[in-house]
T-cell receptor, first 113, second 108 residues
Framework: SAVISQKPSRDICQRGTSLTIQCQVD?????MFWYRQQPGQSLTLIAT?????????ESGFVIDKFPISRPNLTFSTLTVSNMSPEDSSIYLC??????????FGPGTRLTVT | QKEVEQNSGPLSVPEGAIASLNCTYS??????FFWYRQYSGKSPELIMS????GDKEDGRFTAQLNKASQYVSLLIRDSQPSDSATYLC????????FGTGTSLTVIP
C-alpha cells in the first residue's frame, strides 16, 4: 500500500475565500482521486487528477469551483474556491497504487463559516 | 438505481458473534470488489479485496463474491468492540463506486 499525507488536516474558513488542499504520496502513482464526504454520507468522487493533463470532473463538479493540479506522479492539490457553508465537508485524496485498489489519505476536515 | 447498495444498518452484534455485511451491485461487468472500514472521524481503510467468485479469507474476515447474483458480502468472525465502524462496499466498473456504508456496533 501507499503512504499518503494531506495538508491541512483541518481548517475553518470564511465564506468567499479559497482553500488549497495538498496530497503527497510516498511513491509514484498513475491515478490520484479527490473525494468529498459530507457528515453521515458516503464518498462522492469529485475528480480524477491526471498527471500532465487537465483533471476529469464528475457530474456536478466544475473546474472553476474545484481547480486541481497534478504536477508530478506523487503530488496533487485541490482548491475549494469561493467557499460557502455547503462546502463544509471532509475532503479525501486517494491513489490507485496496486491494480484497482484505492488507498486513502487521512482527509482534510473543512468548516466554512 | 444505485450502482452499489448496502443496508445502512445500524447492525448490532454481541461480542464474539459473526457479523454479516451485504452488498449488491448493478453493473454486471464489474471486475473488482472491495471492503473498506471507516472509523468515525477517520478515512476509509481497505480491509479486503476479492476478484473471483467464492470466498476469500484473511484472519477473522471472509469476503464472499457471487457474480451471477451480483452480490458480495463480508463476514467478521469473533466480532470485537474494535470492529465497531462503518463498512463501505466498493466496486469497480467504469469507475470506483462506493456504497453508502453499513454501521456496525459490536456490543461487549
Amino acid at each position: 500500500s501507499a503512504v499518503i499525507s494531506q495538508k491541512p488536516s483541518r481548517d475553518i474558513c470564511q465564506r468567499g475565500t479559497s482553500l488549497t488542499i495538498q496530497c503527497q504520496v510516498d511513491s509514484q502513482v498513475t491515478m490520484m482521486f479527490w473525494y468529498r464526504q459530507q457528515p453521515g454520507q458516503s464518498l462522492t468522487l469529485i475528480a480524477t487528477a491526471n498527471q500532465g493533463s487537465e483533471a476529469t470532473y464528475e457530474s456536478g463538479f466544475v473546474i472553476d469551483k474545484f481547480p486541481i493540479s497534478r504536477p508530478n506522479l506523487t503530488f496533487s492539490t485541490l482548491t475549494v474556491s469561493n467557499m460557502s457553508p455547503e462546502d463544509s465537508s471532509i475532503y479525501l485524496c486517494s491513489v490507485d497504487a496496486q491494480g484497482s485498489e484505492q488507498y486513502f489519505g487521512p482527509g482534510t476536515r473543512l468548516t466554512v463559516t | 438505481q444505485k450502482e452499489v447498495e448496502q443496508n445502512s444498518g445500524p447492525l448490532s452484534v454481541p461480542e464474539g458473534a459473526i457479523a454479516s455485511l451485504n452488498c449488491t451491485y448493478s453493473d454486471r461487468v464489474s471486475q473488482s470488489f472491495f471492503w473498506y472500514r471507516q472509523y468515525s472521524g477517520k478515512s476509509p481503510e481497505l480491509i479486503m479485496s476479492i476478484y473471483s467468485n467464492g470466498d476469500k479469507e484473511d484472519g477473522r474476515f471472509t469476503a464472499q463474491l457471487n457474480k451471477a447474483s451480483q452480490y458480495v458480502s463480508l463476514l467478521i468472525r469473533d466480532s470485537q468492540p474494535s470492529d465497531s465502524a462503518t463498512y463501505l462496499c466498493a466496486v469497480t466498473g467504469n469507475q470506483f463506486y462506493f456504497g453508502t456504508g453499513t454501521s456496525l456496533t459490536v456490543i461487549p
